[in-house]
């Protein structure tokens, strides 16, 4: 079965802290890697990541994919109190185009 | 439209009862998807419509669950006979072709109480 495996779930930093959130797979047929933050309750597309993509920067946010790890890590720094969200990460599921496969998210709260 | 429409924000419902669930997709959007996100889960799909293709339902949890796409826009997610454990956040997306590849875009959702 496929897995997708966030952690921490949980994570509480001050302002200016930099994090990292984790993110490990097992599908077969990776095709592609997408993290969301969900604010409330509409995910917001951050980053994806493929083979031929597999370092995204934005920001202060970025992402690496170590495809021969099978995980991905978020990393933000100098985190913002508005940087306070759930950050999802989700994998293509194999043998599908268009359907992903979510992990549970990562509770991000940053305190002034 | 500029975004992803969902309608209701909020339904609280008795057990027993059917309720629906409406998605308005981006304009232009061929594609759109429902998951839904319960209490401490990830997201979990649930259908998919794309076109005038058939749509891939293998995400429904049970027959009380049904899903149309009128005219290629508007869906409509349809749970009868809700008992609690549907209780959730009901996620609409949509996006540009068939495949992540091209990113979704997604709705604020609805979240449905049943009790």
Known sequence: ?112 | GAGVSQSPSNKVTEKGKDVELRCDPISGHTALYWYRQSLGQGLEFLIYFQGNSAPDKSGLPSDRFSAERTGGSVSTLTIQRTQQEDSAVYLCASSWGGTVLYGYTFGSGTRLTVV
């Open chain 1, 1 to 112: 079965e496929d897995k997708v495996v966030q952690s921490p779930l949980s994570l509480v930093v001050h302002e200016g802290d930099t994090v990292t959130l984790n993110c490990s797979y097992e599908v077969t047929n990776f095709r592609s890697l997408l993290w969301y933050k969900q604010e409330k309750k509409a995910p917001t597309f951050l980053f994806m990541l493929t083979s031929s993509g597999i370092e995204k920067k934005s920001g202060r946010l970025s992402s690496i994919l170590d495809k021969k790890e099978l995980s991905s890590i978020l990393n933000i720094t100098a985190t913002q109190t508005g940087d306070s969200a759930i950050y999802l990460c989700a994998v293509g599921a194999p043998g599908s185009n268009y359907k992903l496969t979510f992990g549970k998210g990562t509770l991000l709260t940053v305190n002034p």
